[in-house]
């Protein structure tokens, strides 16, 4: 919203600067986004009268002018403008004035005695846009002919001005109007506020129009008034041009201007019907499935039982509260009118001008709150603009009331006001702040603990409905400026670290660290996702979800990520690693509450990995693979490190069935990892198989303190052994017996073992093996910090290590 500091300025004047007035205003709440001059500084450009015009002797397109400036002679000015002509008043800029540039930073452009084709030019006629108050360069800007000649221009145009442009929240509707900022700044500084006087206008007629407001839930309050006889060609006055065109409206005609003006400075949009194009009376009503109608800007609408208009007895005339209609727009022919001022509930008017992709200043306003207890008075205020300016004979006011709201008192405790602030404010100012902003209010228990103010609302304030609302005028009037920034006064102590506890962050920087990227997804997903993903029939359904691919809640994070591949996959990406740490709900059907059986749910906390495409970024040393279940498998690894998991065959309905395992740590099931089902390929279009997994975050926080060993001396001794199982033995189980043997005296320096290579008979190699066999090699370290191991020693532990396989697997030495 925009206006010119002048016209704030004939409500209230305070002893402020402009600067200072705006830094008020923002700190109160009404940010002043931008200051600007009315027009850049200029000198020695005054009011010239045109005593004569003569074409120039050696140029067609340029005159010789005899202009009065007021300095006493007559001056002779060479002009080309179009509309230059005998006896007009324009600005004249004098030898030694000043224009400003016409680029940004560019010098200043003097004007100085000079020669146009051999004639001398004592000055310069200038446009609008030579002074920089409009783009306009048509011809000179032709100044009233009652201007006085010789007056400095910056004086008779009111260059002196700046304008404001203040943003404003959504709730501060009582301010989209110049005296509503008006009566916040007198609010704020103390300073009298000139409220206007609205002098009832002489009915002169009888005539009236029939109304009936069918919908009192759309409308709650209509008022209007016949006026015959205008002049719809009238000028409008220079000031209301000069003032809507400052306030950022172009000048229509005199009928729309003022209508236009009112809205500005009282906050109250209203419509003039050509009361001649009405045929019998109006009905405000809902509008009608299969209803068009052409608005004002020259678009035809469809309406139905949701928006609001006003009609006649055949047609539609207006989209109530947000734009007039064409049948009876006013024209420069028009002789009667109808002026129509209501009060259109917020809710009836909001979200309608959206439907229609456009928005308008009356629809801005009402869907936030106009004034209801104003009507009467603003037909009077439009009447009296209307009759100065364009004549007319008025009909009485007619003013139905059918359901405005009721303000309900409103309770703010003292005490909990000081609280809520942080500064105590004593009662006689917050009794003096509610004074200023004009709120009715009841002081109870003053001076006491329980002191509390009843404030009634008034008619325009529609932000006013809990006791935060008063807290918060109490602040601003206060002014935030006043409330001291105060240091902590809680002591400042180093917070104790769990060493033995892994933060969620450190888990994020690891996966980060293997080249993953964090995503993150809603907790509400598509129902299919937890049927296809997690084989979940009966989710946790949404009861309002914001959309219906989002209807219930998720118990894992597969389907959020496969959703991001395909985003990703979409946008022709080829190598994908993605990572989520959020939380699932699992619904628990155990959990009873009193004599109702309750679901009860859980929210765990999981992360998940996904990765798809080559195994490392195209490049010349290494071979080009996609990535497969052993290298995610080993970045789990390294997020649970020190940790060592068990990877136990599974199946899960998101999984491969052959390519997938349950992930456990100390014995409990964490988690699950594995390539993605061929069935989901071909549903959700992937062109190849994501590998993922998800694991339960708590245990994996666990993080066991480092054990202090000694470092051996002694180099250690490696011994590979393979071993002949039954392919149906799988290797983790051998490990864990491998694992198990190292607490025999035997084992006890065996150090480490790694599984390095796995052979199965083909139909061409047998190796020596049974079709239903397969060779599994260990590579077997041991080391001693006392001494340099023995041979007898190594062979036994290794002895010890074959023949506990052999006895648990029939395991055998292969060879």
Known sequence: MQFPESWLR?????????????????????????????????????????????????????????????????????????????????????????????????????????????????????????????????????????????????????????????????NKADCLSVFGVAREVAAITGAPLDRPVYTPVAVEIKDTLPVKVSAPDLCGRFS?????????????????????????????????????????????????????????????RWGRKGESLKLLNGNTVELDEEVGVIADQQIVESLAGIMGGDSTAVSLDTQNIYLEAAFWWPDSIRGRSRRYNFSTDA?????????????????????????EICGGAAGPVDDQQLNVPVRKPVAMRVARATRVIGVPIAGDEMADIFTRLGLDYQRVDAGTDQEQFIVTPPSYRFDIEIEEDLIEEVARIHGFENIPALPPVA????????????????????????????????????AKWEEDFAGNTDPIRVLNPIASQYSVMRSSLFGSLIEVLRANLNRKADRVRLFELGRVF???????????????FHQPKRIGALAYGPAVEEQWATKTRAVDYFDVKGDLEALLAPAVPRFVKAEHPALHPGRSARVELDGKAIGWIGELHPRWLQKYDLPHAPVVFEVDVDPIQVKPLPALAEVSKFQPVTRDIALVVDQKIEVQS?????????????????????????????????????????????????????GTLQDETVELAIRTLVDRLARVYGARLRG
């Open 224 to 284: 209007g008034r016949v006026i015959r006889g205008v002049n719809a060609r009238a000028a409008t006055p220079a000031w209301m041009v000069e003032r809507l065109e400052r306030a950022g409206q172009r000048s229509i005609s005199a009928l729309v201007d003022i209508s236009n003006y009112v809205m500005l400075e009282l906050g109250r949009p209203s419509h003039v019907f050509d009361l001649d194009k009405i045929h019998g009376g109006l009905d405000v």
């Open 363 to 387: 629809g801005h306003r009402f869907e936030r709150g106009v004034d209801y207890a104003t009507t009467v008075e603003h037909i009077e205020y439009l009447s009296k603009l209307i009759l």
């Open 734 to 786: 051998l490990m864990d017996e491998l694992q198990a043997a190292r607490a025999e005296p035997a084992c006890k320096y065996v150090q480490n073992v790694v599984l390095f290579d796995e052979f199965r008979p083909t139909a061409t190699v047998s190796g020596g093996l049974g079709a239903d066999q397969k060779s599994l090699a260990f590579r077997i370290t041991l080391q001693d910090t006392g």
């Open 10 to 170: 004939s409500f209230v004047s305070p002893n402020l600067t402009t600067d200072q007035l705006a830094h008020a205003m923002t700190m109160s709440g009404l940010e002043v986004e931008d200051l600007r001059p009315i027009a850049p500084p200029t000198q020695k450009i005054v009011v010239g009268h045109v005593l004569s015009v003569e074409k120039h002797p050696n140029a067609d397109k340029l005159n010789v002018c005899q202009v009065d400036a007021g300095t006493g002679e007559t001056l002779q000015i060479v002009c080309g403008a179009p509309n230059v002509a005998p006896g007009i008043k324009v600005p004249c800029a004098l030898v030694g004035a000043e224009l400003a540039p016409a680029e940004a930073g560019g010098a200043p452009f003097a004007i100085k005695l000079s020669k146009l084709r051999g004639v001398e030019s004592y000055g310069m006629l200038c446009s609008a846009r030579e002074l920089k108050l409009s783009e306009d360069h048509s011809g000179l800007m032709i100044l009233p002919a009652d201007t006085t000649v010789g007056e400095d221009i910056r004086k008779v145009l009111n260059l002196d001005d700046t304008i404001f442009e203040i943003k404003l929240t959504p």
């Open 491 to 526: 002591p400042s102590e180093m917070r104790p670290t769990n060493e033995t506890r892994r933060s969620i962050h450190a888990l994020r920087h690891t996966l980060a660290a293997r080249d993953y990227a964090e995503t993150v997804n809603f907790g509400f997903v598509d």
């Open 586 to 600: 699992i619904a628990d059907k155990s959990v009873e509450a009193g004599e109702l059986q309750v679901a009860g």
